[in-house]
Each structure stands twice: as C-alpha cells, then as structure tokens.
C-alpha cells in the first residue's frame, strides 16, 4: 500500500468540507476555555521497574527509561505503587486477565472484561457533541483475542483499533474526500444518510425477530451506525492549529515488522490532529498486545519482546534489552508530547489541556505480576494535574487511578469506577 | 445432569497433574435421551445469531456481485478458539461494512445482478433505458434471496423500494439508484448476521450452514430451491447433499480455510527472523513455505486418499526452487522456479505436515527454535489438551541458561523450576522431538557445536504415552492414535460451530469419531458427519454466545 500526500491533501479539502468545528467551550472546558482531552499509550509486557520508577518527590531524577521525556520533565507525573487488583480475580491467563482489567477495573467475566473502559466512559460525556466520540488506533495488534483487546464499549463488548493509518486518516479526515461542490457534499450526505436508515430498519425488524435473544451484537452495531450519522452532520470550519496531518505513507506497509515505528508516528500524527481539530477528545494508541513478539532490531534488539520479558531478574541482557525497549517506547511517546507541547492553545499549549496515560498490562514480565505496573500521567488537564512529580502509593488497586482520570476529565462526581470491590475512593493527591 | 457434574469437578481440580479435557473420553454419555434422523444423540445446539466472519463476508461479496474485496482492512475476527468466530461487532467494523459495500456495489456488473439491467444503455434516457422501478424490484426479489439466504419479505422488500424512489427523487439516475440499493443491501444486517430460523424457514438454515462450512460461501440458487423442496430435511438427504458439495470445486476453499486456521498459516504473511541468526529469510521464502502446505493439504484432499494419516507422514511434499534451496532438495534445473513441483522426501529427515518449514518457523522464536511453542500445538491441537494459564505470580523468576548452550539444554535449564516444570513438561520433551529443525524449518545436525538429541517424550496422554525419536517417528505414533483421531473430530467441530465442545456434545462427537474411524481416517468422511451435525443442530436462544467459553481459552495465545 502507498499513500502519496496528494491523496492525504485530498483529503485536507475532506476535512474542509467536512467542516471542523471551531473549538467549542463546553461544561467540561477548562478556565482558559479550552476543552480537556485523554489519550491513553499503551505498551506491553511490564518494565524493568529500577529503570523506570524515580524515587517519589516533587523534584525526582529521571530514571533512564524516562530520559527521553527530559524536554517535558515538569509535565510528568510518574505513579509508583499502583496495582491491577481486578485482574487477580476472575479466570483468565495472565495477560488476558491483564489487558482486560487495565482499562475496565474489571475481571474477566466469561472471555471478555466486565465492563467499559475509563477512556469510553469518559468520552461519553467529554466527547458527546463531537463528530467522533473517541478515536482507538493500533500498531500491529494483529490479533482478536483476549490479550489484544483493551477497549470495551461495554461488558464483554471489545472495541477494535484501526491499525492502518491510511484507513485510519481516511475515516476522520477524508469522510467526504475530493467533494469541493457544497451541493454534491450535501447529497452524499443525503444518500449516507438514507443508507444508514436503511440500516437502522433492518436492525430493529430482526431485533423484533429474535425477540430478545442475542441482542448485544445488534445494539452495538445500531450505536456504530448512530454513531456513523453523527460524524455525517459535523460542521463548521478548520482554522487555527487545526490541518489534517501530513503523512509521508510512501511504503510503509502497517503490518511489516520493519514499518514498526513508522506507523506509531503516523497513528500518533493522525490522534494529535483529530484533538487539535477537536475532532474527539478521546483517543489511544495500542502497541502490539500482550504477548508482543516484537522485535526491535533498530535499537539492537533482534529477539521478540514477549520472550525478553521472561528474562530471569539476573539476566542482565535480557534486562538490558528490555529497558532500551522500554526507552525506545518513550522516545516515541516523547515525538507525541512534543507535538502537543507545539500546538497553541490561548495561552499555552494543547498538552495543557491534555492528560496522557503510558500504561502497561504488566509491572514485571517475567513473573506476569500486576503490581507496580508503570502508570506515568502527562500534561495538565487544563490545570486539574499538579505535574513535574512521582508519587508512590505503595500497593493501591489502580482502579482508583481510573476513578480519578474521570475526575479529572470533569466527571467530577465520580466515587468509583471498574469493580467497586476493588475502588474504595479515587486517588488523592493528584491535583 | 449428574454425569456432567461430576466431569465438571474433575475438570476443576484437574491443574497440570490431569489436563484439562486430558482424558480424551472425558464428559460421559451427556447427549441426554432425545433422537434424531440420523443419530442417537440430541441435537447439539448453535446460538440463534452469528456474524459472518470477514472471510466469509469477502467470500459472499465475491459470489453475490463478482467483487473482491479487500478483508485486511477489516477488523480482525475473534481467535481465540483456534478458528475465527463471528461472535461480536463493533463501530469499526461496521464502517467497514459501509466502505465495503460501497465499492462492491460501483463495481458490480449490475447486468449480472439482476438481468433487466443488463441492456441499460444509457443513463436515465427515458428510450431504451431498461432499469426502471420493476427492474429494482426485479433485483430485490431475486438477487435478495441470495444475498438474505432466503426469500424477501414484503417488508423488507419495500423498505429496499423507498430507498430507490428516494434516490431517483433526488435527481438520481435510474442506474446509481439501484447501485444504491445493493449499496444498502451488501451491508444489510440481513447479509451479515446469519440467523438460524424457526421451524419454517428453517430449511433455509440448514442451506447456508452447509454452503458456509462446505464452501465457505453462500448458498446457490441450486441449494436454496433444495431446501426449498424439503431436500435437506432428513439426515440421509443431509449426508448425500454433503458428500455433493464435498466434491464441488468450491470446497477447496472451505478446506483450505480450515488448514489455514489450524496451522495458523497466515502467521507467515507478517512473520520476522532475526537476520544475524537467519540472513536471507524474507517474506519471499515464507510464502514459499505456505504454498507448500497448502499444496500438499491440497493434494491429500482433494486427490489423495484424504487420510489424517498421510497428512501426517506423507512422504512427499510441494516445493518451489526456492524452498527446494532452503530445504537443500534439488528440484532440477529444466524446472519452473514459481512453481511448486512433488518431491519425494528422504523419510528419515521428513514427514508429512509437522516437518513443514511453514508449522516449523511459525512455531519458533525469532533468533531460535521452539520446544515450548512446537510441543504446545501438538498437545493444543493435536491431543485437545488444554494446557492451563501459567500461574499467577510465580514465585521464582526463570533461571538464566548460559546462551551458548544448545536450545535443548536451555530449555532443560528453564524447567528445572518446580513451579515451571508442571506444565512445561507437558510441552517441552515433546518439543525437543523437533530439534532436528531450526528457527526456519531447517534441518540440522548440531547445534553450538554439539551433536542434536532429537529424543522426545509425551506424558499424560491417553494412548500416547512413552518415548519417541525425532518427528517422522512421533508422527508415526500421532497418525495412529485413537486420541488425535478425536482430536481432529473437536478441531473440525470447533471450526463448523464457532464454539469449544461440551459435555452436551460428548454423544454426537463420540458418533462423529465412529464414522471418521470407520472410513479408516479419512477426513472427508469427518467432514460429511460434522456437515450432518451442523444441519440438524438446533439454534438456542439460551446458549451463550459462540465463542464464550466459561473462560478464555488457553490457545488464546499469540
């Protein structure tokens, strides 16, 4: 597959027809007037906890996986002691029962998480009136199973991560790409629209059929298709910092190990420019799953992740390729920072009014233990984040953590959320 | 009831020291009393609703409008069985759908779709213009029931109808009007959710269950006015229409999806080796070696004798020049290089499909071989044991073997961790069987310097048990066994029912097997009894969905 940047201009003329809202101060604005956004990052197979966890206080010293967020040091808040409890109840191998619980807060139940994901539970309100209520973009997540599903809609609901930057590109700034005519775009508009009713019919004539059984597909596939009619009536003008990304995609074929890298950087293009445009303010970026076989032989690497992550603690290559695997992740999460850091908004900058979440499904490979799994916040919330930090909170499930990203998303009035077994309050002391 | 009670207890305290279904007869007589046509047990059940799989939606687009579309760009299908299943949806992939549809539905001949648009020869001329409301009908109702698998209803029809009359309304041509509704109809949850029917229209069920596990595809117009008729109604009718469309060119396809999934072939399309350990593997090569096994699957199949055992110690194969070099097999040089020609093996290096370079790089690491990996699909796939979840925080950290010993010893290393070893030795000594064959399927005599041990073992099996030498051997011992002729049973189940067996389906697998081992292993028999299972199975509202074990299962493993 190639892309050239003619097609992605193409698609440039798309977003402008589409229309892109000015950015709307809402409810859950911040005081600058600037709306909140949520990115979660994740990575698999736990770390190399000395080189990641600084010793707690306000002015740590970065530890070598996090050096090369160095530039935006003042912006981090490193969370120490934080532990995946749901996922040491239910069934499940360990990184199913990992990758099920890290969003949800909750075990599996049956094959797939007991609940929705912080990151969709959030968005419901955050990025209600926006053309996409989230985006999920992936980097060779390959699989379908358990341990590569992350993101639930709802209770045994998995959501899927588009892993193609051009399909990805296409379904948020493309929609109505090469349409310059105002009449022509207001008539695929119309017959998009008649599709979709169409849809929706047959939908609830076999609902109807069924009678009740085995409705849960059907619903999901009616909220895509609401969901699909909202994107179709998103209007207004691009303007500002606002430009669909400029993806040079010549080549990189999205599941080719060597394209790795490149197509990080182009799904994390694609998710700064769809919060700069304030297109949702939700997104996550998915690496491989939680068996990654992964290799990274740019960085010297040349054996699969999952594999490494079974190093016994004494091996010190095995551990040694594990950090530079970890830090390589950083430099990546690092590109994406910069680029928030380097969009103005009023003021200051989109990472003002962003959190983003590194997150893990494992604190140590080699043991699959979910204790201490790596959580690093980034940004500011639009103030709601006190950064430039590493706490520890020595041994708390994380579902307190989750409890807390919606508060400081503006839900303000959340008091759990996943498994409220495992949520007696949120975190305090992040603000 | 009591029965699978106490199955299920068993299974409960089972751990490593018991397998999970290890028993190989595990789940006592649980068919329950009732009686079908064709058998003594009950009927086993499918749930009420599934979603075709992106294979099988591809494969529908391509026999309903001539269009292939590309399924890469879908959403992947959950695995997690072993088979892909159909058993949730999502925004993506219903987007998907849309995109899909759209472009099957530009470049469709719509003369082929519906014969009254055949001659349209101009765009919305009010002479000579062919394509008017009764054309769109026309097209509802007859290439409607293929695409729904059954006949239109009114309903539906005139929903479909609306959409046309709006489209011309809107100043749209007769043409791109009824492009639209195809448009409408290819990503109609109609297509794509498979609904097994009541008692009336039921036998139009049992003809897309057929068609979808026999050919991978929709039913034709053929099998859907057989239904029609009552030709599928009794398990005799079943069987002989099975063995029809067994025969059919078309079943190639659905065979070969089967292997595929088994063997997880498709690993090979994105699969990387370390170039220091093995320089010149590319994906040139890894096609190559996936053209061999669906070659050779091919030939046993469809020209061979069909027997499980020749799949697993046939002592020729298919190789292309340059698999032939990696293999160090001399094709002969007035030989097409493409092309993947027979050759007979040397038998006491390789056999049948466990000596493939294709299952032996998949089931490797990138820089080494792997006795884990090697000696887990023979004891997941092959003997149906599940292998259970590594425990949960496992006290000790695996050792660190010195890296310049060979992988054998390494390995031995890493099991000498009790907490390890429980389950390891259910994989490892089988494994190291494999050992004659490097990360890339290579065949080897030393390794680090030291000459290969090849000496395998497998413990906790039901009639397996004991030690063998290298792979033609353990294959030999494998082809023969009762308990990887039921194996093969549960795999083709799993695959036609989109489920994992239970203890309700013991009785009709426990037939299933009688019937493979009667025609002395030959998987087309197998195919036909699972066929006729398939189509007297009975859609059950209170089933849990396909693929919701009461846990995920261990093959879920990347």
Redesign the interface.
């Known amino acids: 597959m190639s892309l050239s940047r003619r097609m992605f201009l193409g698609g440039l003329a798309g977003a402008a027809a589409l229309g892109v809202a000015p950015i709307v101060r809402m409810r859950t604005a911040n005081a600058n007037g600037f709306p909140r956004r949520l990115v979660v990052f994740f990575t698999p197979n736990g770390t190399i906890a000395r080189d990641f966890f600084p010793t707690p206080g306000d002015d740590f010293a970065l530890t070598p996986i996090l050096e090369p967020l160095r530039q935006y040091k003042d912006k981090l808040l490193v969370l120490d002691g934080l532990d995946l409890e749901s996922s040491?109840a239910?069934?499940?191998?360990?990184h199913?029962r990992a990758l099920a619980s890290l969003l949800t807060g909750y075990e599996?139940i049956?094959?797939?998480a007991g609940g929705v994901s912080v990151d969709q539970h959030i968005a419901a309100t955050v990025s209600k009136d926006r053309p996409f209520k989230s985006v999920?973009l992936g980097v060779?997540v390959?699989?379908?199973?358990?341990?590569?599903r992350m993101i639930y809609?709802a209770a045994?609901?998995?959501?899927?991560?588009?892993e193609?930057p051009k399909?990805a590109f296409d379904?948020i700034f493309g929609q109505i790409a090469g349409q310059k005519d105002p009449l022509g775009v207001e008539?695929l508009r119309?017959?998009r629209k008649?599709?979709l009713d169409?849809?929706t019919?047959?939908?609830a004539?076999?609902k109807r059929?069924?009678?009740?059984?085995?409705r849960?597909?059907?619903d999901?596939?009616l909220?895509?298709?609401r969901?699909?009619e909202k994107e179709l009536t998103a209007s207004g003008d691009p303007g500002g910092a606002c430009k669909p990304p400029e993806i040079n995609a010549v080549g990189v074929d999205p599941?080719?190990?060597q394209s790795y890298g490149d197509v990080g950087k182009q799904q994390l293009d694609i998710i700064h420019m769809a919060l700069a445009c304030d297109l949702t303010r939700v997104a996550s970026l998915q690496w491989s799953?939680?068996?990654s076989?992964v290799?990274f032989?740019w960085i010297g690497v040349?054996?699969?992740h999952h594999?490494l992550s079974?190093?016994?603690?004494?091996?010190v290559?095995?551990n040694t390729s594990l950090t530079k695997i970890m830090t390589w992740y950083a430099e990546q999460l690092a590109y994406f920072v910069g680029k928030l850091a380097a969009t103005p908004e009023g003021n200051g900058s989109l990472l003002d009014n962003t959190v983003v979440m590194w997150c893990n499904d494992l604190g140590k490979g080699?043991?699959?233990?979910r204790r201490r799994v790596p959580f690093l916040l980034i940004g500011n919330a639009g103030g709601n984040l006190r950064t430039g930090r590493a706490i520890d909170f020595g041994g708390k499930p994380h579902n307190q953590l989750l409890a807390s990203l919606c508060q400081v998303m503006g839900l303000e009035d959340t008091k759990t959320f996943g498994n409220p077994l495992f949520c007696p309050a949120p975190l305090t002391g992040l603000g | 009831m009591h029965k699978h009670l106490i199955a299920i207890l068993v299974l409960a305290v089972s751990g490593c020291q018991g397998i999970v279904g290890g028993s190989g007869n595990g789940g006592g007589s649980g068919g329950g009393t009732g009686s079908t046509s064709s058998g003594l047990c009950a009927p086993v059940t499918m749930p009420a609703l599934a979603r075709l799989t992106r294979t099988q939606y591809q494969a529908t687009l391509r026999d309903l409008v001539g269009v292939d579309i590309d399924v890469t760009t879908f959403p992947p299908d959950d695995d997690s069985l072993g088979f892909a299943v159909g058993a949730t949806t999502s925004a993506l992939l219903v987007k998907r759908y849309a995109a899909a549809a759209e472009t099957a539905a530009k470049q469709a001949d719509l003369g082929t779709v519906v014969g009254c648009a055949a001659s349209a020869p101009q765009k919305n001329t009010p002479q000579g213009n062919t394509i008017d409301e009764k054309c769109a009908r026309e097209m509802i109702v007859s290439f409607g029931r293929r695409a729904f698998r059954e006949p239109v209803k009114q309903d539906v029809a005139d929903r479909l109808i609306k959409l046309y009359r709006e489209a011309v309304a809107d100043g749209q041509s007769a043409e791109d009007a009824l492009r639209l509704v195809l448009r409408a109809m290819l990503q109609s949850p109609r297509l794509v959710y498979r609904r097994q029917r009541p008692e009336k229209q039921r036998a139009y069920s049992v003809a897309a269950r057929l068609s979808y596990f026999l050919w991978g595809a929709p039913p034709d117009e053929a099998l859907l006015s057989l239904a029609e008729k009552g030709g599928l109604d009794k398990g005799e009718q079943i069987a002989q229409q099975a063995r029809v469309m067994l025969a059919d060119k078309r079943a190639d396809r659905a065979i070969a999806d089967f292997f595929r999934q088994w063997l997880q072939l498709d690993r090979l399309d994105a699969i990387s080796k370390d170039e220091n350990t093995y320089p010149g593997f590319d994906s040139a090569l890894a096609a190559s070696m996936k053209r061999e096994t669906e070659a050779f699957v091919h030939e046993v199949l469809r020209s061979g004798d069909g027997k499980l055992r020749t799949l697993l110690t046939g002592g020729y194969t298919f190789v292309d020049a340059r698999l032939a070099a990696h293999y160090g097999i001399d094709i002969g040089a007035d030989k097409s290089p493409s092309v993947a020609h027979r050759v007979e093996l040397d038998a006491s290096r390789r056999a049948g499909l466990l000596t493939h370079a294709s299952f032996l790089a998949i089931n490797a690491n990138t820089d080494q071989s792997s006795p884990i990996r090697r000696g887990k699909f023979v004891r997941e796939r092959l003997l149906c044991q599940d292998l259970p979840a590594p425990p949960d925080n496992v006290a000790a950290t695996p050792p660190d073997p010195d890296p310049s010993l060979p992988t054998r010893q390494r390995f031995e290393e890493h099991r000498k961790d009790p907490s390890c070893k429980s389950c390891h030795q259910l994989m490892d000594p089988i494994g190291f069987g494999f050992e004659r064959y490097d990360g890339v399927g290579r065949y080897r005599d030393t390794e680090a310097g030291k000459p290969i041990d090849d000496s395998g073992s497998l413990v906790d099996t039901v009639d397996l048990d004991g030690d063998f030498r290298g792979v033609p051997d353990l294959a030999k011992k494998l082809a023969e066994s009762a308990q990887v002729q039921r194996c093969m049973v549960k795999q083709w189940f799993r695959y036609a029912f989109g489920r994992r067996e239970s203890g309700f389906d013991a009785c009709a697998i426990r037939e299933a097997q009688k019937r493979f081992a009667a025609a002395d292993g030959d998987l087309r028999e197998l195919i036909v009894a699972i066929a006729t299972l398939l189509a007297e199975a009975d859609a059950s509202g209170s089933d849990p969905a396909p693929s919701s074990p009461s846990s995920p299962s261990s093959n879920d493993k990347n």
């Open positions: 040491y239910g069934g499940g191998g360990p199913q599996l049956g094959q797939w999920e060779q390959r699989f379908a199973n358990t341990m590569s809609a045994g609901q998995p959501m899927p991560p588009q193609s399909l379904a008539k119309r017959q008649s599709l169409s849809v019919s047959e939908l004539a076999i059929e069924l009678g009740g059984q085995e849960e597909m059907l999901t596939h909220d895509a298709v969901m699909m599941l080719s190990p799953h939680g068996e076989p290799s032989p040349n054996s699969g594999g079974h190093s016994g603690d004494t091996n290559a095995g080699n043991n699959h233990s």
